[in-house]
């Protein structure tokens, strides 16, 4: 059985509309307003850290090209393996 973290209860201002819409999408999938919130942050947490890498993943590559050989050893070895592919 998982054990349950301890929360702390914060306040924080939302606009009358948002509120609504909320209050009845999180009574639509059967969730408390609550639950709804934490997964809506654990979603934008989630959305930043992956947007985050991919732009370390691009500074990386910008930094370091990836050497022409590699990118036709790639395309050499795909199209061998598509060959071989029943359509």
Same mark, same amino acid.
């Given at each position: 059985?998982?054990?349950?973290?301890?929360?702390?209860?914060? =306040?924080?201002?939302?606009?009358?509309?948002?509120?609504?819409?909320?209050?009845?999408?999180?009574?639509?999938?059967?969730?408390?307003?609550?639950?709804?919130?934490?997964?809506?942050?654990? =979603?934008?947490?989630?959305?930043?850290?992956?947007?985050?890498?991919?732009?370390?993943?691009?500074?990386?590559?910008?930094?370091?090209?990836?050497?022409?050989?590699?990118?036709?050893?790639?395309?050499?070895?795909?199209?061998?393996?598509?060959?071989?592919?029943?359509?």
């Amino acid at each position: 059985m998982a054990r349950s973290r301890a929360k702390k209860i914060i =306040q924080v201002p939302i606009e009358d509309d948002l509120l609504e819409r909320i209050d009845e999408t999180a009574g639509m999938v059967a969730e408390s307003r609550a639950a709804f919130i934490r997964e809506a942050c654990r =979603q934008r947490l989630k959305s930043l850290k992956a947007r985050e890498l991919e732009r370390r993943y691009t500074e990386g590559y910008r930094k370091k090209p990836e050497d022409t050989e590699w990118g036709e050893m790639g395309l050499k070895l795909l199209a061998a393996r598509l060959a071989r592919e029943k359509w």
